[in-house]
Antibody
Framework: EVQLVQSGAEVKKPGESLKISCKGS????????IGWVRQMPGKGLEWMGI????????RYSPSFQGQVTISADKSISTAYLQWSSLKASDTAMYYC?????????????WGQGTLVTVSS | QSALTQPASVSGSPGQSITISCTGT?????????VSWYQQHPGKAPKLMIY???KRPSGVSNRFSGSKSGNTASLTISGLQAEDEADYYC????????FGGGTKLTVL
């Protein structure tokens, strides 16, 4: 069974750093792109970027380039999303999702989401 | 890339059919048959309902169907059920990914 399990909710202060994770299981982690999607409170889905764990090739949405870093450790089948200096506007739910080339690059499996709250 | 355009809300009665539109441009929706649709219930992760414009993943009800004409893709849900009440998002892959703004479906 394909599963993406994300790390737990975080409460941080502005200016702090953060790294959240997404662990894949039940499939070949190095053979599928993993994407990250932001959902701000009461708002829609926003694509942040994707990574191919096989070779760490990474693509960012122009809206998020320079704002976050996406990485992966294929040895433990885990993708990461990190911030070096959080802002209140980073408060959101963050989802990781598997990209299926066989399904037209759709996101076929999703993690449960990680809620990040940034508040002083 | 700008977000794809969806109606903010649609509604229908049980048993009826509804259609949600998703308008992009000739650079995304119009150029590729790589449109997908996601259902999201409150407090839950999105779920893939349609990929490549009109294909259903295993386990998705055949009450859900997709189509495309020009720069506009559509999701149709027939035989509406209470459990269909959710937010729906379209998505286009054209080198990069762009989502629609989302449509809230209310089952009256």
């Amino acid at each position: 069974e394909v599963q993406l399990v994300q790390s737990g909710a975080e409460v941080k202060k502005p200016g702090e750093s953060l790294k959240i994770s997404c662990k894949g299981s039940g499939y070949s982690f190095t053979s599928y792109w993993i994407g990250w999607v932001r959902q701000m409170p009461g708002k829609g889905l926003e694509w942040m970027g994707i990574i191919y764990p096989g070779d760490s090739d990474t693509r960012y949405s122009p809206s998020f380039q320079g704002q976050v870093t996406i990485s992966a450790d294929k040895s433990i089948s885990t993708a990461y999303l990190q911030w070096s200096s959080l802002k209140a506007s980073d408060t959101a739910m963050y989802y990781c999702a598997r990209v299926s080339a066989a399904a037209g690059h759709a996101f076929d499996y999703w993690g449960q989401g990680t809620l990040v709250t940034v508040s002083s | 890339q700008s977000a794809l355009t969806q109606p903010a809300s649609v509604s229908g009665s049980p048993g009826q059919s509804i259609t949600i539109s998703c308008t992009g441009t000739s650079s995304d929706v119009g150029s590729y048959n790589l449109v997908s649709w996601y259902q999201q219930h409150p407090g839950k992760a999105p779920k893939l309902m349609i990929y490549e414009v009109s294909k259903r993943p295993s386990g998705v009800s055949n009450r859900f169907s997709g189509s495309k004409s020009g720069n506009t893709a559509s999701l149709t849900i027939s035989g509406l059920q209470a459990e269909d009440e959710a937010d729906y998002y379209c998505c286009s892959y054209a080198g990069s990914v762009v989502f629609g703004g989302g449509t809230k479906l209310t089952v009256l």
